[in-house]
């Protein structure tokens, strides 16, 4: 059966991007066609400046969103990164195969770190070797596929090329995974800069759509979206980022396609309504289960102790293996 991971981290609260991006396929497919792990991967939010009582607090929230969504333990593993050591004892193997001119290409750190430095902040370390803690999460479970939103590719890209130079180098020991996106929604856009990503880490405001965003809180949010200087409801998302953007979520609600609803609009007004109410009832279901899932942590605890149990076996034999093969000599 292929092997599926993937994660997401808490460093703000979840998001549409999240959700119609990762989440909802995990719920929806993923954990019915494969053996799936998802994780709330804790270790990759302490890569920028971060509250430990906040990081806490969204991880437990995050755990208890991913389950709210539809992800069953008993079709498929959650748990918490911090759960499993196999991570971390990978991920340094991983930085002896990785360079460090690698690590500064890739385009989330160059962001990232531009943005600390404007902050007058430090950039940490750990977010220049993220991306091979992000290679170590998925090679180590022996993964073929990692179902992630667009902007996930290029690390992806590093995990795939990192298991190659391992393999040429030390010997067979890890499978080459590949990245799988949605067919639509595979990036969401800010709803008030639609040419930059709904992203749940670095900003607030009213372009950010939030999975437990009360339904008028999202009306106002998807209703003052930007559109564009135009007036007739095309998808081009070069051209016509803001209204693109808001067909591709409505379709991602409908199952549809983007182009196909842009024949049925005439004006924005009525396009934003129905996207509007098109995502309060998609988040509807999982908000309801997620207040239910508060009121019952022990239940939540309990499915990420199982979880990182189940992990940390899966895991176990082939970073061993990757130990040995590296050089290095197993314990007596
Ligand atoms: P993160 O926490 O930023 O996002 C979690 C998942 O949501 C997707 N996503 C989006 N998809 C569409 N539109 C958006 N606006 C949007 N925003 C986020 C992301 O692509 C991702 O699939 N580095 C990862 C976490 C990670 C991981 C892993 C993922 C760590 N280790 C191993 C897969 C496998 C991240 O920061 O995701």
Known sequence: MTRIFSGVKPTGHLTLGNYLGAVRRWADVDQH??????????LHALTVDHDPGRVRRLSRQAATLLLASGLDPKLCTVFVQSHVDEHARLSYLLECVASDG???????????????????GSVRLSLLTYPVLMAADILAYGTAEVPVGDDQTQ???????????????????????????????????????????????????????????????????VMRAVTDSGRDVVYDPEGRPGVSNLLEILAACESGNPEGLAGVYESYGSLKKDTAEAVVELLRPVQERHSELCADPAYVEGVLRDGAEKAREMARPTVDAAYRAIGLLSPA
């Open 33 to 42: 066609s494969a053996d799936a792990l998802f994780c709330v991967v804790d």
């Open 102 to 120: 690698e690590m500064r290409r890739m385009i989330q750190y160059k962001e990232k770190a531009a943005r600390e430095r404007t902050r007058g």
């Open 155 to 221: 690390h992806v890209e590093l995990a795939r090329d990192l298991a190659v130079r391992f393999n040429q180098r030390y010997g067979h020991t890890f499978v080459v995974p590949r990245a799988t996106h949605p067919v639509v929604a595979t990036r969401v856009m800010n709803l008030q800069e639609p040419t930059s990503k709904m992203g749940k880490s670095e900003d607030v405001g009213p372009g950010i759509v939030y999975l437990l965003d009360e339904p008028e809180v999202i009306r106002k949010k």
